[in-house]
Structure formats: structure tokens, C-alpha cells
């Protein structure tokens, strides 16, 4: 069977620009006649089937945007979403969304599913294994067809596109300072996997907190949970081992369970044991005690993640600023909400 090529293939056979390909099978005047003939009989020659988006880098005309999240159970990723699809739709886009379940393949396939002329862009959330197994080319190959992408939360450093984040490192290290300000000193963190970008720079906000403040990092004080289960008996087995005055965990599921479980072994939150997660979500609030969290504010984020895709997919790009892409980074400065979980 032969490989199915794309435009980026033929641009690099030809030694010209994706642009100039696109625009030579569109049959543009912008071309001359000898690069279209050329271009033309490549694609011929290797049956060249043309991706209704990547030939139009002009001029999408789907009016849909590929969302791709990595499941439906965390509170932050539906207010993203909610930020995505309402800044689409007042400006006349509409949304497909797809589920990855932190799932690899389930990710690959969306990608594909949906760029065989189906949306504009993308904007996603890595799945857990896709960032385990480190491979992102079914992205990049997605944006060598010139389909656009934006990637939020959940990002990498491989992967050169237009991005949005929380300051995680710095929300995570002043949610640190209002354990250590209200006398908290054996601080835990739970956490889970490092290759998860987010979890990561958490953990180093924590780090940074503590040794600013002249403390001693205790890895005993850190528990690493997988990011698909949630085992309890770990959870109560760290509670019982160790001295533990607060605990900020990198997410609010994990928050609610620690938080349970250390109520279920006779401690009192805050008195004995308080606790902050991140992702003010429906959870956190309902609660008993609620929950001090970090708000990720996922509207505002979902709706920068937007306007980045539509500013990319509407602009006009010429052969020369091709080469010349440049991408932004926005960072959404999260809060802390003080609840009942934390001293006041």
C-alpha cells in the first residue's frame, strides 16, 4: 500500500512552500504556470487525495473547531470548554468535541477523524498516555497540512504552536505560603505522574516554596498517585505514616478523597490537617468542610485558547511568512478561593 502523502511531502519534494502547493492546486493566479503544472502532475503521479482543509490556508470554509479533551469527569475541562464554544459561536463557529480518555490512540484517531476535512483547527488537552509516551507527531503531521492547533493545560515544549497555561509554578508556590503563614510546617503535596507538564511544575512551585522559606524538602511528604485510579489504601496508609499539618494536592479529586480519608482517620480539617487543590469546581464547593482551591478560571481560558485558533485560522498568510510562523504563549493568572478547608 502506498504511503498517503500530504501537501507537506510535496513541498518538500518540490522545494517550495506548503502555501505555494496549496495554491497550485487550487490553481491560483498567484502561481505561475510552470509551478502549477508542476505541482499538479506530482500530485497526480502519487494519486494525491487533496485534505479539504489544508488545500483552503486562506480561506477555511467548514466554520467548525476541533476540541479535543482528555476526559469529561474533571469540572475544569467542561468550563474550558464552555469558554471555547462561546467565543466560537459569536463568531459564527461551531464545535466538535472528543473525548480522548486519556487515551493515546482514542487521540490519534480523533485528530484524524476530524482533519480529513471536517474542522478548521484544533484546540486540545494532551491525553495522560500521550504525554507518558512523549509522542506528538500526529499533531505536528496535522499542522504540517496547515491545520492550525492550540494547545491548553496540558502542553508540551515539542510541539511549536500557540499555547494557553495558569502560572502553575508561582499558584502553587503562594498556595504553600498560606500553609507556612498560618503555621503549617510538615506541608504535604500529592501529586501525581511528572511527565504530566502541569503536575510538574506544581511539584517545583511546592519545592521552590519550601526551600525559599528555609525548609527541608521531605520526599517522604510527597505521595505520587496514577492519574487513572485513585488507591485508598495508599491514601490511608500516608495519612497514618506520616506527621501531616496541610496538604495541597494538584487536583480536586484528589483533594476531596485525601480530604475524606483523613476525616475517616480522626482528623479535624483545618484544625489537624488543611488542604488546598486546584480546579474550583463543583466538588470543592459542595464539600464538607468546602474546599480552598486554585481556580484555573478554564472559561477565560478556553476562550483565549479560541481566539488564538480563529486569529490563526482567518489570517492571511503569504509565502514568505510561512517560514516566519510565530507563536504565542498566554498565561491566565489562577486565584486562590479560601474556603473552609484552610485556616482563615
Avoid: W
Avoid at 486519556?102 to 474542522?119: C, H, R, T
Avoid at 504535604?188 to 507538564?197: M, P, R
Wanted: aromatic share 8%; glycine share 6%.
Amino acid at each position: 500500500m502506498k504511503k498517503k502523502i500530504t501537501l507537506k511531502h510535496i513541498a518538500r519534494e518540490l522545494e517550495v512552500s506548503v502555501s505555494t502547493v496549496s495554491k497550485a492546486l487550487r490553481n491560483s493566479d498567484e502561481i505561475g504556470r510552470d509551478t502549477k503544472e508542476k505541482v499538479q502532475a506530482f500530485a497526480r503521479l502519487y494519486n494525491y487525495k487533496p485534505n479539504n482543509i489544508a488545500i483552503s490556508l486562506k480561506n477555511k470554509q467548514t466554520k467548525n473547531i476541533g476540541v479535543i479533551i482528555p476526559n469529561i469527569v474533571h469540572h475544569f475541562f467542561t468550563t474550558v470548554f464552555r469558554g471555547i464554544e462561546k467565543y466560537a459561536s459569536d463568531r459564527g463557529y461551531n464545535v466538535i468535541v472528543c473525548v480522548s480518555d486519556e487515551s493515546f490512540d482514542k487521540e490519534v484517531i480523533n485528530m484524524e477523524m476530524l482533519a480529513n476535512g471536517s474542522v478548521d483547527g484544533f484546540i486540545m488537552a494532551l491525553s495522560g498516555a500521550t504525554q507518558r509516551q512523549n509522542d506528538f507527531n500526529h499533531i505536528t503531521e496535522v499542522m504540517g497540512q496547515g491545520i492550525p492547533v492550540v494547545l491548553f493545560d496540558r502542553v508540551t515544549d515539542q510541539v511549536n504552536c500557540d499555547k494557553v497555561v495558569i502560572n502553575d509554578r508561582q499558584i502553587a508556590y503562594e498556595a504553600v505560603l498560606k500553609f507556612l503563614a498560618n503555621g503549617r510546617e510538615r506541608i504535604a503535596l500529592v501529586t501525581n505522574e511528572s511527565y504530566f507538564n502541569v503536575s510538574e511544575e506544581r511539584a517545583n512551585g511546592y519545592i521552590d516554596a519550601l526551600k525559599d522559606n528555609g525548609r527541608t524538602i521531605n520526599e517522604n511528604l510527597i505521595l505520587t498517585l496514577a492519574y487513572d485510579h485513585i488507591d485508598e489504601n495508599v491514601i490511608t496508609g500516608f495519612f497514618e505514616r506520616e506527621q501531616i499539618d496541610a496538604v495541597l494536592c494538584v487536583n480536586e479529586i484528589f483533594a476531596v478523597c485525601c480530604m475524606g480519608i483523613a476525616q475517616k482517620l480522626g482528623y479535624k480539617v483545618p484544625e489537624d490537617i488543611a488542604f488546598i487543590g486546584f480546579t474550583d469546581g463543583i466538588l470543592s464547593r459542595h464539600s464538607r468542610p468546602s474546599l480552598t482551591t486554585v481556580a484555573q478560571h478554564g472559561e477565560q481560558m478556553g476562550e483565549m485558547a479560541a481566539k488564538l485558533l480563529i486569529e490563526k485560522i482567518e489570517k492571511e498568510i503569504n509565502d514568505e511568512d510561512m517560514e516566519q510562523e510565530t507563536y504565542r504563549t498566554e498565561i491566565i493568572k489562577a486565584t486562590i478561593m479560601e474556603r473552609d478547608s484552610t485556616d482563615n
